[in-house]
């Protein structure tokens, strides 16, 4: 097989591997030229699986970009956010790999140190064996064993409960999107957790909230805000972003921010809005993202 066919045939495995361990579409993006480059190079008549041996290399890969990019966010300007990528409304069926792309579940493997996060995608969501996962991570089989055990700890202690964009979820993002449109306060408080947090990254280029905001009075009065003074020529499309419900926000046909929502239990748990504009320049660029996953 080569190196074109690998990289076809599994290019949505490694395309989410690199995008959980990176939370970048444009590092991702970069990891897998990279990685294709490396591939090239590669004595392929001596590798017995091509499938995970393209994997390890995107691995490393993306693992470096980590590195480099933690040394950035240390300076970032308020919340940070990983890329909104779109999906495809079918993504869902795998409940599972849907939420290994959640913001909220890319948020919990933020707090991982790199090499635990790398372990994690690859144990835990995509299933590689620990002898594989140590080479990739020039960690050996015992360790690498511990430190699986120890992200899976992590992130099951504060990972969220996901409800992925579907059935169960249309009827409030209906209604979300209609309080939300015409300033109706009751309906919102309503459609909002006691305890639902927002965020919004806009990474000091644009006008965001700095700070997290919790509580439905707060999150709401957000929403009454965006009402009495609105994007010029605003329109709205619905979207699945990361497995979640959400929406595309356009000002005057361009893409001004990407929000979604997490819901639980038919209330809205969180909310994620995306406005840094270098976060959404693939989604300008392509609006049919949603061949990513």
Not at 215 to 242: C, Q, W, Y
């Amino acid at each position: 097989m080569t190196g074109d066919d690998v990289f076809t045939e599994h290019r949505g495995l490694l395309f989410s591997i690199a995008y959980e361990i990176t939370g970048s579409v444009a590092d991702s993006e970069d990891v897998l030229q990279e990685s294709y480059i490396r591939w090239a190079r590669t004595d392929t008549g001596s590798v017995d699986n091509p499938r995970a041996y393209a994997a390890q290399i995107v691995t490393r890969q993306a693992l470096n970009s980590l590195r480099s990019a933690q040394r950035r966010r240390e300076d970032y300007v308020g919340p940070w956010l990983p890329e909104p990528m779109l999906t495809a409304p079918d993504a869902a069926a795998e409940v599972e790999l849907a939420e290994s792309v959640s913001t909220a579940m890319l948020l919990v493997l933020e707090t991982l140190t790199p090499v635990e996060r790398a372990v994690f995608v690859m144990r835990e969501v995509f299933g590689f064996e620990y002898g594989r996962i140590a080479e990739t991570v020039d960690r050996t089989e015992s360790a690498v064993r511990q430190i699986a055990h120890r992200a899976r700890e992590h992130v099951h202690a504060r990972q969220r409960r996901f409800t992925p964009a579907g059935d169960e979820t249309d009827r409030v993002v209906a209604a979300f999107l209609t309080a939300a449109t015409t300033g109706d306060l009751d309906g919102l408080l309503s459609l909002l957790a006691p305890d639902v947090r927002y965020l919004a990254d806009g990474g000091g280029k644009v006008t965001a909230a700095r700070v997290p905001v919790f509580g439905s009075a707060k999150v709401a009065g957000l929403f009454l805000g965006l009402v009495r003074h609105p994007l010029p020529d605003m329109t709205i499309e619905p979207a699945v972003v990361n497995s979640m419900p959400g929406f595309l926000v356009y000002s005057a046909g361009v893409l001004d921010m990407v929000l979604h929502l997490e819901i639980d239990d038919h209330l809205i748990t969180g909310v994620y809005v995306v406005r840094n504009p270098d976060k959404l320049t693939h989604l300008r660029a392509r609006p049919d993202a949603s061949d990513q996953t």
